[in-house]
C-alpha cells in the first residue's frame, strides 16, 4: 500500500530561470486520497543531489520516490523505465562541475530499472488527453545520476521502497519549443502518482538491476 509518495524536482539550471519540474511539484496536492505526497527541492549539482535525495528518504520514508526533471525538446511526459551507471555531462551542473566519461559508482551495476508501474502511468496521464510517452533513456546528466544513486541507495540499503523518474518537456514561460502547459503537466503527474497509488509496479522490483550489459 502506498500512503505516501516523496515527489522530488530541480532548480533551474543551463541559464533558465524556470524548471519546470519545480514548478509542478509546487502545485501538487498534498494528499491524493489517503496519500500523503511530500515534495523536496533537488539541487542541480552532482555533489549535492544524490545526499539530499538520501537525506529525504531517511527522513520521511516514504513508500515511494518519484524524481522529476527537465528534458528540454521532448513533447511529451516521459516516465524513465531505466538509468545506467554514467555520468558524460554535456554542460556544467550549477556548481560548476563538468564530470565526463564517469561512473556514478564504481562497484555497482551497470543499470537499473524503475520500480515505479511506468507504463501504467503513460496510460493514466494519455487519459487525460496529456501526451505522455514511455522513455528509456534518461540522459547522463543530473537526472540519470539522481534516478540512478536513489534506485542503487535503495538496494545497497535493503529498502523495499518504489523509486523512478519521470522527465517533462519545457513549459511556455520559458520561450522555448516543445512546450507544454504547466497545468497540464501538473495534471499528468498527479495523473501519474494516482496510477502508482492504485497499481503494482510492472516493472522488476528488488533485484531491479540489469546487470553487466556489454
Known amino acids: 500500500m502506498v500512503r505516501t509518495i516523496l515527489v ?18 509546487r502545485r501538487l496536492p498534498h494528499n491524493i486520497g489517503d496519500t500523503h505526497i511530500i515534495t523536496s527541492e533537488i539541487p542541480t549539482e552532482f555533489a549535492l543531489a544524490a545526499k539530499v535525495a538520501r537525506q529525504n528518504i531517511d527522513k520521511h520514508m516514504p513508500d515511494a520516490v518519484v524524481c522529476l ?6 513533447h ?8 545506467i551507471n554514467l555520468i558524460d555531462a554535456p554542460i556544467a551542473d550549477n556548481a560548476g562541475a563538468l ?18 508501474p511506468v507504463k501504467s502511468m503513460v496510460q493514466a496521464i494519455r487519459a487525460h488527453n496529456i501526451p505522455a510517452e514511455l ?12 534516478m540512478y544513486s536513489v534506485l542503487d541507495y535503495l538496494a545497497s540499503s535493503d529498502l523495499d521502497i518504489l523509486a523512478g523518474f519521470i522527465h517533462v518537456p519545457y513549459i ?3 520561450h522555448q519549443q516543445p512546450a507544454v502547459p504547466l497545468d497540464d503537466l501538473v495534471a499528468g503527474i498527479t495523473a501519474a502518482l494516482g496510477a502508482l497509488i492504485a497499481d503494482e509496479p510492472d516493472e522488476p522490483t528488488g ?8
Do not use: K, W
Not at 511529451?76 to 538509468?83: D, K, L, Q, Y
Not at 522513455?135 to 539522481?146: D, H, I, M, P, W
Not at 533485484?207 to 556489454?214: A, E, F, I, K
Open 76 to 83: 511529451a511526459i516521459t516516465p524513465e523505465r531505466v538509468a
Open 69 to 74: 526533471g527537465q528534458a528540454g525538446g521532448r
Open 135 to 146: 522513455s528509456t533513456t534518461a540522459g547522463t546528466f543530473v537526472c540519470n545520476f539522481l
Open 8 to 25: 522530488t524536482a530541480f532548480d533551474a539550471f543551463g541559464g533558465e530561470d524556470i524548471n519546470p519540474s519545480l514548478e509542478i511539484a
Open 207 to 214: 533485484d531491479s538491476l540489469l546487470g553487466n550489459l556489454h
Open 99 to 116: 564530470l565526463v566519461d564517469a561512473p556514478i559508482n564504481p562497484a555497482g551495476p551497470t543499470a537499473y530499472f524503475a520500480t515505479l
Open 172 to 174: 511556455p514561460e520559458q
